[in-house]
Nanobody, 115 residues
Framework: QLNLVESGGGLVQPGGSLRLSCAAS???????MGWYRQAPGKQRELVAE???????NYADSVKGRFTISRDNAKRTVYLQMNGLRPEDTAVYLC??????????WGRGTQVTVSS
């Protein structure tokens, strides 16, 4: 079973940057990977995803500000977040997808954007 652990969250001022990491317990080479976020009282939403072929897709709200990447050798997926806004405040979760099925979720890391 694949386990995912997120890190890198924290408190940052508007306009600031954070880099989130998602470390896997095993190989991620065959998984499409994604970052989701969930704010209090809101539904979980897809932030960014990256396929095994390194194609990427982003939510409109983060295009041009966030970048997803993967390092299969390190079994890690990253989310570089620049130009952070208060509305980016949420718990960010990592997800691994095999085929059409979700294979694993992390527990999340809190990102708070506030002055």
């Amino acid at each position: 079973q694949l386990n995912l652990v997120e890190s890198g969250g924290g408190l940052v001022q508007p306009g600031g940057s954070l880099r989130l990491s998602c470390a896997a317990s095993g190989s991620i080479s065959w998984f499409n990977m994604g970052w989701y976020r969930q704010a209090p009282g809101k539904q979980r939403e897809l932030v960014a995803e990256i396929t095994t072929g390194r194609s990427t897709n982003y939510a409109d709200s983060v295009k041009g500000r966030f970048t997803i990447s993967r390092d299969n050798a390190k079994r890690t997926v990253y989310l570089q977040m620049n130009g952070l806004r208060p509305e980016d405040t949420a718990v960010y979760l990592c997800n691994a997808v095999l085929g059409l099925s979700s294979a694993a979720w992390g527990r999340g890391t809190q990102v708070t954007v506030s002055s």
